[in-house]
């Protein structure tokens, strides 16, 4: 079965500087993956997604991730964090087989930006 | 800007009613998702349709909760009889193959 895997509950970053977001997944074959930003009271929006090929993938609002199949790992990162990117990120996994399937999310992270 | 919608988008009712959540899927989507989101479990999977046909309701109660989707255009999730262990924010998805999934702004049912 694929799980994904969270650690970091919270985190707290100063304004304008750097943010990584921890990602691992188990899967037994080739993932999909993503990562979804929740603000409160809100629905999940779509950051960015990795189905194949190059391993950085570009999101919106300044976000990249980086597939590492060899650690299991789809981490989210941005150089400079704003105020307005305070909220709950979540990573998820879909088996990559044809037609769409259930996404399997982590526990999610908050992100606590600090003026 | 076509978007994902949901009905109710609060819903507040006693232990023992029906409760009734409405989705509407993006215009030529093929596949509908519902999740649960609480604080304990996270986003869980409940159940999901491809071509309006189920395709997987493993995750869901089935002894009280059921998902239908009379057309394209409509999936339902119902609960008969609701109990307070129901309350939480109920998001519906849609998509197509390529398994992006675009989602709604939830439904926050909470069971007295």
């Known amino acids: 079965a694929q799980s994904v895997t969270q650690p970091d509950i919270h985190i707290t970053v100063s304004e304008g500087a750097s943010l990584e977001l921890r990602c691992n997944y188990s899967y037994g074959a080739t993932p999909y993956l993503f990562w979804y930003v929740q603000s409160p009271g809100q629905g999940l929006q779509l950051l960015l997604k990795y189905f194949s090929g190059d391993t950085l993938v570009q999101g919106i609002k300044g976000f990249e991730a980086e597939f590492k199949r060899s650690q299991s790992s789809f981490n989210l990162r941005k150089p400079s964090v704003h105020w307005s990117d305070a909220a709950e990120y979540f990573c998820a996994v879909v088996g990559s087989g044809g037609g769409a399937d259930g996404l399997t999310f982590g526990k999610g992270t908050h992100l606590i930006i600090q003026p | 800007d076509a978007r994902v919608t949901q009905t109710p988008r609060d819903k507040v009712t006693e232990m023992g009613q029906e409760v009734t959540m409405r989705c509407q899927p993006i215009?030529?989507?093929?596949?509908v998702f519902w999740y649960r989101q609480t604080m304990m479990q996270g986003l869980e999977l409940l159940a999901y349709f491809r071509n309006r046909a189920p395709l997987d309701d493993s995750g869901m109660p089935k002894d009280r909760f059921s998902a239908e989707m009379p057309d394209a255009t409509l999936a339902t999730l119902k609960i008969q009889p609701s109990e307070p262990r129901d309350s939480a924010v109920y998001f519906c998805?849609?998509?197509?193959?390529?398994?992006?999934?675009?989602f709604g702004p939830g439904t926050r049912l909470t069971v007295l």
């Open positions: 998805a849609s998509g197509r193959d390529d398994n992006e999934q675009f």
């Open positions: 215009l030529g989507h093929n596949t």
